[in-house]
Structures are given as structure tokens and as C-alpha cells.
């Protein structure tokens, strides 16, 4: 699976943006997408993951109400949409993929086994 992230940019505190997570090669659908940021000087975190299915969706509390995730498995694209954002949401965010993932390793960097390259998101304060 090849991931390709794009959307990202600078955006002024309170403002929105989408990034999406296009994928090519094998049957997306089968796969797990999660969302993960680093900001400088921090560790990668895990922002947002979605199940095959887009019922499962799951959530950093930091993220939870501004943030929802969504997939158009016909597409075979994943979109991060990005509300209400703040300066500490400035990051290099990547969309990464998973067939083995479940509801407990959603978080986890080891379980995903593909990764795209990031996208920066700048908020402005």
C-alpha cells in the first residue's frame, strides 16, 4: 500500500482544514488508517484511526470534537477533517495503514505497517 498525504498548510487559530490520505496498490478497504503528528521537539502521537469500516473511528481526547475522521473506500482515500484548530495542533501529520490492527493497538505507531510522507499543518495564534 502507498500512502500520499496532502492538505495540509498554515491556518490562523479557530480555522479549518482537510487533509487527505489517498492510497494505491492493494484493496484499501481491507485496511485500518490512522493519523499521526509530530511537532517539533515531541514524539509522534496518534490523532485520529479508522476501522475498515467507517463506523470504527477512534480519537485522541485532544482532538475529540474538533477532529473527524472519514473514508471513501471507493476513492481509496481517508480525510482528516480539522475544526476549531490551535497552535498546538501545529504539526507534521501522516496517514498511515494497518491490516492487523485492533480497537486496543489503534494508537500504537508498531501496528500500522505503512506510512505516508507528512503534511505540515502551521496554526497561526
Known amino acids: 500500500v502507498q500512502l500520499q498525504a496532502s492538505g495540509g498548510g498554515l491556518v490562523q487559530a479557530g480555522g479549518s482544514l482537510r487533509l487527505s490520505c489517498a492510497a494505491s496498490g492493494r484493496t484499501f478497504s481491507r485496511y485500518a488508517i490512522g493519523w499521526f503528528r509530530q511537532a517539533p521537539g515531541k514524539e509522534r502521537e496518534f490523532v485520529a484511526g479508522?476501522?475498515?469500516?467507517?463506523?470504527?473511528?477512534y480519537y485522541a481526547d485532544s482532538v475529540k470534537g474538533r477532529f473527524t475522521i472519514s473514508r471513501d473506500n471507493a476513492k481509496n482515500t481517508v480525510y482528516l477533517q480539522m475544526n476549531t484548530l490551535k497552535p498546538e495542533d501545529t504539526a507534521v501529520y501522516h496517514c498511515a495503514a494497518s491490516s492487523r490492527v485492533i480497537t486496543t493497538t489503534m494508537g500504537l505507531e508498531g501496528a500500522y505497517d505503512y506510512w505516508g510522507q507528512g503534511t505540515l499543518v502551521t496554526v497561526s495564534s
Open positions: 479508522s476501522k475498515w469500516s467507517s463506523s470504527g473511528t
